[in-house]
């Protein structure tokens, strides 16, 4: 992936988003097996929206918080269920 300004077209965004973060199965499954990649991945999701090279609406930017705050959680051995 590279946030350098054009060189990725906003669908890519948009379509790895749909299928790693917002499929809750596929979410799941990498929250369970590498949490710190899928944490590295909303980084970059998150990066890309701040500098400007991927639009994306204010619910998906709060899920991918929501889902970063999830993998700091499990990375951390934190859980609020209990």
Not at 22 to 27: Q, S, V
Not at 43 to 62: I, R, Y
Request: aromatic share 10%; with cysteine; charged share 35%.
């Amino acid at each position: 992936w590279s946030t350098t300004a054009g060189a990725v077209d906003n669908f890519v965004y948009e379509d790895a988003n749909e299928t790693y973060i917002a499929d809750e199965d596929i979410k799941r499954r990498m929250l369970d097996k590498n949490p710190d990649a899928l944490r590295d991945m909303v980084e970059t999701f998150l990066e890309a929206n701040a500098k400007g090279h991927w639009e994306t609406s204010e619910d998906n930017l709060q899920r991918l918080k929501d889902v970063y705050q999830e993998c700091e959680d499990r990375i951390e051995g934190v859980d609020f269920t209990s």
